[in-house]
């Protein structure tokens, strides 16, 4: 394939011009659409990674202190264990007419880490493992209705809330997810709540009585639970009869070894895992109570590549040494010093910092109203400069170390600086390459 060089952005951006010719929205994954982070101008396109370290496409290097693969590589990108095994799992064949034994092993660990759980099905992905959850829990109750708070993926089920109010999926992560191609008919399956509300969950129960399947939630997003908030909701789904499923596609694997609803002290009906299980490699999983889980078998949930070896090899090797090397202790470390230094590099600077999330996905904001969109721009294009891929989010891995931080947070001292002293002469704009960038979804010109 024949390169081009823009004077901005590199092999990478030119590229991605010329992906969005062929590719509507230019990226499979919003979370990856360039104009998400640095508009023209980020790299967008990797050569290589390995632990930290990511090359573009034009050989330049930078230490990745962003989402690190959308949150999916806790180990680190290229992580030797698991690479090892799946090589192992491609050498002995990664697909076979016979199932892979590995999924079995997999099957008793979700388990075995999680007692309350008697069975598991697979998938390779979030959005549709959480989808598998959803069919399951409605041939369980026979009922169709799904309340739900935070983000599930992209699937029928979820993006339906958005047919009866285009804001209802506003508050829950992502803003402006459109519910074109979403039957009509689904038109109030998907009822929202709100976090750390649970009136709001109880006005639906009350007034959906006997209608809801399920009451599908992240345990923990960017704040966490109230005291007594999550038994609440524990004790309101089992009083209406619908099945209680924790979607810890994101939350899981980071501060302990499991869901983090273990550490809450609250166990669902049914539990979703994906990104972060398996280090980089597709696999999903649902596990759940066995009378929940047996509907399975009432309904058609099946597809050939969720049976292939990979994704389940990787997921042992990459659990297996979350749990010997305790990494979840080493994410916790290394998100808090990230965060401290942005609040206290923040009070040096006189910058207003806001920051939020579990310490391993740890989110800060500018606190400047219409402003704080340039501001987080010029932070990324500034910390680019400087040899660093970031945005607002830092997600924690097993390959960041504390030199990696510092060298980060000397980074971040100077572009707080500079952005302190831009918002004052009100230049923050004029300091900008390119456009400020996209928050949530929209479509790209
Ligand atoms: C809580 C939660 N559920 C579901 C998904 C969707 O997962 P995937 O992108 O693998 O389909 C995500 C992805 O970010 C997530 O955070």
């Known amino acids: 394939m024949r390169r081009m060089h823009t004077e901005t952005g590199g092999t990478g951006q030119a590229l991605y011009e010329k992906a969005k010719g062929v590719i509507p929205g230019g990226t499979q994954l919003l979370s990856k659409r360039p104009e998400l982070f640095l508009p023209g101008q980020w790299p967008s396109y990797y050569r290589s990674c390995r632990g930290v370290e990511v090359v573009d496409l034009d050989g330049k290097r930078y230490v ?26 491609v050498e002995g064949g990664s697909m076979c007419t016979l199932n892979p034994p590995e999924e079995v092993e997999l099957a008793e660990l979700l388990c075995e880490l999680h007692p309350w759980a008697d069975m598991v099905r697979f998938a390779r992905g979030g959005g549709e493992a959480a989808a598998v959850a959803v069919r399951i829990a409605r041939a369980a109750t026979g009922r169709d209705k799904v309340a739900f708070c935070g983000y599930h993926g992209w699937h029928d089920w979820y993006i339906a809330a958005n047919l009866a109010d285009g804001g209802n999926l506003d508050g829950q992560l992502l803003p402006g997810l459109l519910p074109a191609g979403v039957p009509r008919g689904l038109e109030g399956t998907a009822l929202p709540f709100v976090y750390n509300d649970p009136s709001s969950l109880e006005l639906i129960l009350e007034r959906e009585e006997g209608c809801i399947a399920a009451v599908v939630m992240e345990p923990v997003r960017h704040s966490e639970p109230e005291p007594g908030f999550l038994s609440r909701v524990r004790d309101m789904a089992a009083a209406a009869g619908a099945v209680l499923i924790f979607d ?48 399975a078998q009432k309904t058609f949930i099946s597809s050939t590549y969720w049976t292939e070896r990979i994704g389940p090899a990787a997921a042992i090797a990459t659990i297996g040494k979350i749990v010997r090397e305790d990494v979840p202790r080493h994410l916790c470390g290394i998100g808090a010093s990230v965060r401290q230094g942005w609040e206290s590099l923040g009070r040096k600077h006189g910058l207003k910092v806001v920051t939020q999330g579990i310490p391993p996905l740890s989110v800060f904001s500018l606190d400047y109203g219409e402003e704080a969109g340039a501001m987080h721009t010029l932070f990324t294009q500034e910390m680019l400069r400087r040899g660093f891929l970031s945005s607002r989010a830092f997600y924690a891995t097993y390959a960041h170390t504390e030199a990696h931080v510092q060298a980060y947070l000397s980074g971040v001292d100077e572009v707080f600086g ?10 923050v704009t004029d300091l900008l390459d390119g456009p400020a960038a996209h928050s949530g979804f929209r479509r790209l010109a």
């Open 418 to 427: 500079l952005l302190s002293t831009a918002v004052e002469s009100g230049i």
């Open 248 to 295: 810890e596609v994101t939350s899981a694997w980071r501060m302990n070894p499991g869901g983090i609803h273990l550490l809450l002290g609250v166990n669902p009906d049914m539990a979703v895992f994906a990104k972060g299980m398996s280090n980089g490699y597709p696999m999903a999983a649902v596990i759940g109570v066995r009378d929940v889980m047996e509907a």
């Open 64 to 89: 990745d202190m962003s989402i690190n693969g959308v949150g999916a590589c806790i180990l680190g990108y290229a992580d030797r264990d698991v690479d090892g095994a799946v090589k192992r799992a």
